[in-house]
């Protein structure tokens, strides 16, 4: 049985469902939270919430859909937390200036522009670029109007092309650039 195309029921159909699709929503989430090891977290408790559900994934038309999407509300509801818990801390103490850890070489420029946005746009623009998911199901998944989603698109675009632009003419041998001048001293 394919378990992309009915429900799960076996040890080795939920091997093949793990393995067909843990890392791309692990790739996804990671892009929607720019934080790998909270991205392999909440991927990982969407799969155990599965596991644990009476009927597994029975009925479900799309797992990987119904993964992403607990996925996504894991990620939601810790990010809803950590606000009541800042805003709970900084009343008792006051702001310290935390230091960023110099970028490592697992970081790309697209997943760092794509880390700048605000969440909403980086929420629309993942789920619809790498998950590959149409405006409405974003729109259900983030419980939003389509025309936010629309919006957030087009503000999330706009905002990469403006960050990114000049990604293309900084690429070493792009045939848009020409070739690449190597010279020796």
Not at 34 to 48: G, I, R, S, Y
Not at 80 to 98: A, E, G, M
Request: proline letters at 7%.
């Amino acid at each position: 049985m394919r378990p992309e195309h009915g429900p799960i029921d076996t040890d080795q159909a939920w091997g093949e469902l793990y393995h067909a699709c843990y890392r791309r929503l692990v790739t996804q989430l990671y892009a929607f939270t720019a934080d790998l090891t909270e991205a392999q977290d909440v991927v990982q408790e969407a799969f155990a919430r599965a596991l644990a559900r009476p009927r597994g994934l029975a009925g479900v038309d799309n797992p990987e859909a119904w993964l992403r999407t607990v996925a996504v509300n894991v990620v939601r509801r810790r990010w809803r937390r950590r606000r009541l818990l800042d805003t709970i801390l900084l009343r008792d103490r006051p702001v310290s200036r935390l230091v960023e850890a110099a970028p490592g070489p697992e970081r790309t420029d697209l997943r760092d522009a794509i880390a700048t946005l605000p969440a909403g746009h980086r929420q629309a623009i993942v789920l619809h670029y790498l998950a590959d998911l149409p405006v409405e199901e974003i729109a259900r998944l983030l419980d939003v109007p389509v025309g936010t989603v629309k919006s957030r698109l087009s503000r999330g675009r706009t905002a990469l092309a403006a960050r990114l632009a000049d990604y293309r003419a900084a690429a070493p041998g792009d045939p848009a650039t020409g070739p690449t001048e190597v010279t020796h001293a």
